[in-house]
């Protein structure tokens, strides 16, 4: 397939890497007049496309995921009341979204059980971006100031024994299939690590959120890949976090450890061609590298890159580096899979990894 990418930065990695790069707004007509002329089908990577540029393509060409299930992962208002209509437990909610909403929330008993609290911003979150911890409801006021006054939610801390997500992948014919599920740490709100092999989350809280995945998907009438994070409890509880309408950095292990990737099962959604079930065939862990580690100890930016070719020398570490132009702290910069024949393998690999990078040790 030959491929055009829509993006306004000039240093657009996918750009880079694409046989076509149109610079330019998400919303330009003719930008996107351009693409609907190259391409039979359209998809999104980047969360935050504005769903209205979908739409318009939709009008003439094939486009997955289509814009309406964009708009819902766009925003958690639209986001927890699909997860309520499908059925699947989503922590406790109130919306806030004007004054009289504080208000409300700081009057009903629900204020108090509310906190301690996590605020969000309903739309352009990301990486923990856009979200305030509030543990009095004496603070709200302050975080709601602090997120720049737009609509919000509150959701309660909840105790979250471990984070897993389940990638599908749904074709326009509704055929559906599913990566295995993926545990992941995330430290400040960013994802650190993922790891995946078999007997990584018990069988039946698996099987309980591969099935609420593909409900979520189901429900939206999606097309392409979806990725939908949960939250498993201190009681074993299963609750659903968000989705993220696309392929996602806890799929990117599948490249190289899964016989079909979560972006080859993107392309055969988008293409209409037949889904099989990927296979894992190795333990993976698959560390985040984040802006970081081109720092020093003292917080000073050094002038080469991490040792890489040390890491490379070690059998079964797999590197991708995005080619961002400029490493900053919190930036997702690439990633590094280590894969082996057993789990513990893997894991040992990975921290060897990262302790050449200057990773904390996972
Ligand atoms: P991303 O886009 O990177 O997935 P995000 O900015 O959309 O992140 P969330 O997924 O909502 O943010 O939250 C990021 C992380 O913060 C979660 O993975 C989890 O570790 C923690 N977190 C979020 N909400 C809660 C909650 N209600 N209770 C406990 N921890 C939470
Ligand atoms: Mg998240």
Redesign the pocket.
């Known amino acids: 397939f030959q491929t055009v990418v829509l993006d306004p930065d000039p240093h657009s990695p996918a750009g880079l890497v694409s046989h076509q790069h149109i610079q330019t707004d998400y919303l330009d007509p003719i930008g996107l007049q351009k693409m609907a002329a190259a391409c039979q089908a359209v998809t999104t990577e980047f969360e935050n496309v504005p769903a209205d540029a979908l739409a318009q393509l939709a009008t003439t060409m094939q486009v997955a995921p289509n814009a309406h299930a964009v708009a819902v992962a766009q925003d958690r208002r639209l986001e927890k009341s699909h997860f309520v209509n499908c059925g699947v437990p989503v922590?406790p909610f109130a919306v806030i979204a004007s004054d009289a909403d504080v208000e409300a929330v700081l009057k009903q008993a629900e204020g108090t059980s509310l906190m301690p609290g996590?605020l969000?911003t309903a739309r352009m979150?990301?990486?923990?971006?856009?979200?305030v911890r509030v543990r009095h409801p004496q603070e709200l006021v302050h975080a709601l100031q602090q997120l720049g006054g737009v609509p919000s939610v509150l959701?309660?801390?909840?105790p979250?024994k471990a984070?897993y997500s389940v990638i599908v992948a749904r074709g326009h014919d509704g055929a559906m299939v599913h990566l295995p599920i993926q545990h992941n740490v995330?430290r400040d709100?960013?994802?650190a690590m993922t790891q995946v092999w078999a007997g990584v989350c018990d069988s039946a809280l698996e099987a309980q959120a591969i099935s609420a995945a593909k409900s979520i998907a189901q429900e939206l009438q999606y097309t392409g890949v979806l990725c939908v994070?949960f939250?498993v409890l201190e009681d074993n509880a299963l609750v659903v976090?968000?989705i993220a309408p696309r392929p996602h950095n806890s799929g990117h292990y599948s490249l190289d450890a899964c016989d079909i990737s979560q972006f080859e099962l993107q392309l055969r959604c988008m293409a209409g061609l037949p889904l099989t079930q990927p296979r894992l065939h190795s333990p993976a862990v698959m560390l985040n590298l984040l802006g970081d580690i081109w720092f020093g100890k003292l917080g000073e930016k050094s002038g080469s890159d991490p040792n890489f070719p040390e890491v490379l020398s070690l059998p079964g570490t797999h590197l991708h580096l995005y080619g961002k132009g400029e490493a900053r702290k919190g930036r997702k910069m690439g990633h590094l899979t280590a894969t082996a024949s057993t789990q513990e393998q893997a894991h040992a690999l990975a921290n060897q990894a990262a302790t050449i990078l200057g990773i904390a040790a996972i």
Do not use: V
């Not at 959701?155 to 909840?158: H, T």
């Open positions: 922590a996590i969000k979150g990301y990486d923990g971006k856009g979200q959701e309660k801390m909840l979250l984070e995330h709100g960013i994802l994070e939250f976090n968000e």
